[in-house]
Structure formats: C-alpha cells, structure tokens
C-alpha cells in the first residue's frame, strides 16, 4: 500500500513537472515566434532608401528616416532628464535616507510611478508641460513625460545595485579620510556602474517603445522635415508603426512590417547590451 | 581649501536630498493636474448622465460606464490567461527548470517585458485576430477576447519576474526540511514553497493586473473600439472599448476645455486612482510580509 502511494506520488509529480514545463514554454514560445516571424517578413522591406528616406506617397512608399531620428531624439532627451534624477534619487535612497515615514513615503511614490498607466502620463504631460509651461506638442515636452515615466525603473535598480556593494567598502573609504560624498563617487558609483547601467538602458528601452505618453505631447502624424529644435514636434517609429497599422487605408504591408522590424531591433539591441553588461559585471564580480 | 570642500558636500548632499523627494513631488503634480484638469467635469455633466449607459460625446453623451465594464472584462480575460501562465512559468524557472534552462527562460521573459505594445498590437491586427475570426467564426477578430490575449502577454513578464523573485526569498532551509521529512519535489512546492511565497506572489498578481489595466496601445489597436456595455461574457467576444483607449483616441481630436476634454481628464484620474489603489494594496502586502518574516527571524 505504501509502496503504491509512493509510486503515486512520484507519478503525480512526473505529470505536474510535465506540465509545467508545457506551461513554460507555452509562455515563451510566442515571444520567440513573434521576434523570429517580424524578422523574416520585415527584412525584405529594409533597404537603404527605407533607412534614409522620407516618406512619400502619404507615406506609403520612401523611408522612416525622419520617424528613426524622432525616435533617437526622444530617447536621448530622455535620458537627460532621467538619468541624473533617477542616479541621485537612488544614491538618496540607499546611502542616505534613514528608514522612517518620509522614506516609506518616497518608496510608495516610486511605486505608484511605476504603475501609473502610460496614457495617464499622456494626459499628466499635456497639463504640465504642452499647455501650463506652454512647451506646445514638442520633443521637449515628450521627453520630461517619459523621463518621470522612466524614473521607477532607473531609481529601484540603481538602488538595487548601489546596495550590493559591500558595507566594507564604505567603512574603509572613510576611514582613510575620505568624505561620504567622495565615497560614493569614487568607491560606490564605480562598483555599482554595470548595474546602473543596465538599469538606465531598461528604463530608455521602455521610453524608446512607448507610444501613449506621446500621443498628445509631442508625436506629429506626418513631417516633411525633420524637426530643429527641442519645441518642434516631432515623428517617432512606435507612433509611426501604429499611425500606418490604424489610421492609413491602403498601407502597403511591407512598410508595415518593415517599422516593425525597425522597432524591434532598436529595442532589442537595447536589451541584449543591457543583459551582456550584467552578466558580464556579474561574473567578475569578485565579492 | 577645507571649507570650500564641505561646502561642495553640502551642497551636493542637498541636491542628492531634493531628489529622493522628487518622486513624491511628481506624484502630486500627476494628481494635481489631473484634478484641475477634470474637476470642471463635476460641473458640466452631472454624475447620473455620467455614470451611465451611453458614451457619444458627439451629442454629450458621457457615460463612461462601458468604458469601465470594456476595461474591467479584457482585464479579466488577461488575467485568466495571464495568472496561470506567469505563476506557472515563475515556479518552473525558480523550483524546476535546470541552471542553463534557466538562464534561456529569463531573459526571454524579460525581453517579453520589454515589447513596445505598438508591435504587439500590430501583431494582433494582422496575426491573432484573423485567426480568432476564422477559427471561432466571427464577424470580427477585433473583439475583447483579442485584446485579452495580447494583455495576457503583457501581465505576463511582470507575473514571472515578481513571483520568481517571491519564490527565490524562501529560505533553502525550508525546502531542505521538506525533503527530508519525505516530501517529493512537487509537494514541497506545493504545500510549502508556495505557501511561504504566498504575499509575494500576491504581488505579482496584483501587479501584472494593474499593468494590464493600464495598459493602452494594444487594446486599442484590438478590439473594435466600441462603446458598448459589457456585462456578461458573451462580450468577451464582441468589440469593446476601454478607459485608456478611449482617451488615447479622443484626446488628439478635442477642443482644450471643452466639455469631452474634462471628462477625458476625468477618466485619467479614474486610471490614476485605480493604478494607486492597486498599487498601495500590492505593496502593503509586501510589507506584511517582511514585518511578519522579521518577528519569525527575531
């Protein structure tokens, strides 16, 4: 009897481990398909005239040039915002801050940015920045809507990783004279670099995809030039794929996919560079 | 030369202080803008034409009710599809899954995670929803049930990563005692892995939710646009229309200050408040939990 249970038991698990591992790979293999099968359709319609030129034909035959450049603008204003912001706020949090009220406040407020739904940015950009600071729909204004939309990832994995670095580190370095701030800059930051880092290019690799906080702040449905300064508005990939999915009757299919492809790879690149510097921080990490 | 170096110090740590607090700031200034932005709405439509039936802001129509329902069911569905694949994912890369396995598995799921929701949207016009059209006979693919496919997909990357992390905290210790008092695998992650994870993976649940509620592209690009009331569901198969698609499609098109823009405005802070919500009730359960593994340790 018992021996049966026993059996039973690992029967049961055989099946339960099966199925997870089913549910695994249910979960991953669309991810997978979806990246494999916009690279095979979508390579036919990159050529250097898609990469360089401006649409034409009301955008149905040229290039994404000015959308790829719009797309490069935002995500650098981006990070001039958030960058420092979130590097300071998470050097706050994690070699300054004592654990009280205040402190729990901060944290809810990170996590509550963290969720707020990217249209709600949208609107919260248009308020402040398109019509109350009078920006107008511009790049400017775009950019700060997706930096404060940025801000969580870059503050709690900066935080994270500024946290990982050994208390040692921090007693030596003021022991031998040093001041906090000199500490930080120079034994913290540096040690805590690859993860920052990997953090930063999370958060821009989120900005880079986002279509909704730019809908109403800064994206221009169509632009025969492109933009000159940061109060121009301007033309970006994510808004120019959904503009041609949605809004274009007619749109050849290639185009389509192609922005897709464009899209895609930029994200990407984005992600495997932030993946590559933590696993290669991680294996050298000698503490 | 010394004093010039404290000062520097002092001024830096100052700085470095103003922008811990900043996130508090950008919180209030969020609220703050969608409050005066949509307070105007109390004034112009009262609130029984406002929580009504019908939303056709061309003839003043502004219920947002469908709206609401449309949200509410594609996020139902998500979850349906999203919970039971995300925690199974998480306990198979964290109890099962071997090393190498692993090391795949995760950053897929990350990079999932990292979609812009415009190409999953795209997908879903030229792929799934096709397909849903043929293969349940529809009259059409862009319904809720297309929309809470792609959603699924979304929650998903946050379900995993949190759980994993949840189910990563258990102590070896715990694990180790069950098999030792003759516990297979399985049933130690179910009877007591999964158990002592129980807030974390809470969490995760209510955080791939309030994603998906938020979520915005997708839905709109999916299913169909329609303002209808959404209560049973058979909805789940015919077009609906949630709160962010519904701004995210009006907004370009509306006067500043009219009527249809503050009631727009009104529906965001609707979104605020239910991302906050969600939001604080996710992260107390993470703090119960820490307080109590605290008074077990001590």
Known sequence: ?287 | MEKSLSFREFIITRLIQASGYSAILFVALIFFFLLKESLPTLGEVDLTSLFNFRWYPIENYFGILPLLTGSLIITLGAALIAVPLGLGTAIYISEIAPRWMREILKPLVELLGGLPSVVLGFLGILLVSPFLRIFLDLPTGLTAFTGSLLLGGIAVPTIVSVAEDALDAVPRAYREGAWALGATHWQTIWRVTLPAAKSGVLTAIMLGIGRAIGETMTVMMVTGNAPVLALSLGNLFSPVRTMTATIAAEMGEVANGSTHYHVLFFIGIVLFLISLIVNIIASSVVFRAKKRAERILS
């Open chain 1, 1 to 287: 009897m018992l021996k049966l249970l026993a059996r039973n038991r690992h029967t049961v698990q055989r099946l339960g481990f099966t199925l997870l591992t089913l549910v695994a790979v249910v979960t991953v293999m669309p991810i997978v398909g979806t990246v494999i099968f916009i690279l095979f359709k979508g390579g036919s319609a990159i050529t250097p005239e898609f990469l360089t030129g401006f649409p034409r034909e009301g955008m149905r035959e040229g290039g994404i040039l000015p959308a790829i450049i719009g797309t490069l603008y935002l995500t650098i204003g981006t990070a001039i915002f958030s960058v420092p912001l979130g590097i300071a706020a998470a050097i706050y949090l994690a070699e300054y801050a004592s654990d009280n009220r205040l402190t729990r406040l901060i944290r809810i407020a990170i996590i509550n940015l963290a969720g707020i739904p990217s249209v709600v940015y949208g609107l919260f950009g248009l308020g402040l920045f398109v019509l109350f600071l009078q920006f107008g729909t511009s790049i400017l204004a775009a950019s700060l809507t997706l930096s404060i939309m940025t801000l969580p990832v870059i503050i709690s994995t900066a935080e994270e990783s500024l946290r990982s670095v050994p208390q040692s580190f921090r007693t030596v370095s003021i022991s031998l004279g040093a001041t906090k701030w000199q500490t930080i800059r120079k034994i913290i930051l540096k040690e805590a670099l690859p993860g920052i880092l990997t953090g930063v290019i999370l958060g821009l690799e989120r900005a880079a995809g986002e279509t909704a906080p730019i809908l109403f702040t800064g994206a221009a449905f169509f632009l025969p030039q492109l933009p000159n300064s940061p109060f121009d508005a301007t033309m970006a990939v994510p808004y120019h794929l959904f503009v041609i999915s949605t809004q274009v009757p007619e749109m050849p299919i290639q185009i389509q996919y192609g922005t897709a492809l464009v899209l895609l790879v930029f994200v990407l690149t984005m992600n495997v560079i932030a993946t590559v510097i933590r696993s290669r921080a991680r294996a050298k990490r000698q503490w």
